[in-house]
């Protein structure tokens, strides 16, 4: 265990069934690289800390979601041993995801100590911004290099719908506070849905453009039992081409980390991109790994298998056993996902808020 004081918290559950360790392939690679067995560096980890949200989005969870009990979620104690593994393996980019990762109570003491990890040099949140306001100046002084806030409609009528109990007010006021306290092209990120805001994408960027903010257009993606998708899907293309009719999009060569594909607006540092799992499928040089509330390690977002690492967790092992966990679970990382062909009966049946968004 590290070394930093303990908070009492969570006490061990039933615990999830561990999978059998596949080795990658690590051959010709420095010492402490993540690499899969198709040869792809795993360089950037989205953790859960909290499958809670003070929404409900409608393409996110169910309206009525039972959630985790406690101790059926890592402790943030256990957060911090993960992630610090992962960074002694090579990885330096770390997103800390929910739900809403700042509802979970002492959220602000991880990030802290997350912020602190040598090597890590892009510590990054992902938030619905309901919190910011009280959240923003902590965050910036804890390491927090960047800020992305889902956002997918400026009309408040219409944002109750989509997040069933949710403010915009809110939201647009966390945009403000992550500005004052001094982070800088905090990106909106926005779901795609015909019929739902795609009248409203044209608008999304001339808010993006008034207030310094990059944007991202993201293929609504089938997890969970969500009816509806295929009518609702659009793509990226598509997207592009109506953005196109009002801004001039420049394609950039520009590379956040992530999956999304850039494209520039002349006069502006907006940036907008394009997260298109369906479309143009970017499984061929992924990088990302995601770690659930509860310890589950998925290589894919796209498929069930996992590796649960809150077994070791709470086993009693040493670091050693930790880190094999880790860098055996980079052997179950598939070629790719399908997503197209799971819109109305998706192989993932988990909602997004388990996985982490």
Not at 132 to 148: E, S
Not at 150 to 177: C, M, W, Y
Not at 204 to 219: G, P, R, T
């Amino acid at each position: 265990m590290h070394n930093e004081t303990l908070r009492p918290e969570s006490t061990p559950d039933e615990l999830v069934n561990f999978r059998p360790l596949v080795p990658p392939v690590q051959r010709g690679l420095a010492k402490g690289t993540l690499v899969d067995k198709y040869g792809r560096r795993v360089t950037y980890v989205r953790l859960s800390i909290t499958d809670r949200c003070d929404f409900r989005c409608t393409y996110c969870m169910a309206e009525e979601m039972t959630f985790l009990p406690r101790n059926a979620v890592m402790s943030l104690e256990e957060c911090l041993r993960v992630a610090r593994i992962f960074v002694g393996l090579g990885v330096n980019k770390l997103r800390i995801t929910g739900g809403e990762p700042l509802v979970r109570k002492d959220a602000l003491w991880l990030i802290e100590r997350l912020g602190a990890l040598p090597g890590l040099n892009n510590l990054v949140v992902t938030t619905n911004g309901s919190q910011l306001d009280r959240f923003a100046r902590p965050l910036f002084a804890a390491g927090v290099k960047r800020i992305n806030i889902s956002l997918d409609t400026l009309r408040p009528e219409r944002f109750r719908q989509i997040t069933r109990i949710g403010d915009v007010h809110k939201v647009l006021n966390g945009i403000v506070a992550a500005r004052a306290a001094g982070f800088r092209r905090t990106k909106l990120n926005v779901v795609m849905m015909r019929g739902t805001n795609d009248d409203e994408f044209i608008d999304l960027v001339q808010f993006a453009l008034d207030n310094e903010l990059d944007i991202s257009f993201i293929e609504e993606m089938p997890l969970g039992d969500i009816h509806g998708r295929s009518q609702s899907y659009i793509s990226a293309d598509e997207t592009r081409d109506r953005l196109a009719e009002r801004f001039e999009l420049l394609p950039s060569a520009e590379d956040s980390g992530g999956p999304a594909r850039y494209w520039r607006i002349p006069g502006s540092a907006t940036r907008v991109g394009f997260i298109s799992p369906h479309s143009h499928n970017f499984c061929d040089n992924c990088n990302r790994v995601r770690i659930t509330a509860r310890g589950e390690l998925y290589p894919c977002l796209g498929q069930n298998d996992a590796v649960s690492l809150m077994e070791v967790l709470r086993s009693g092992a040493d670091d050693d056993a930790l880190r094999q966990a880790i860098v055996g679970g980079m052997g179950i990382k598939p070629l790719g996902h399908d997503f197209t062909q799971q819109m109305e009966a998706p192989q993932v049946v988990r909602f997004m808020s388990m996985t982490g968004g």
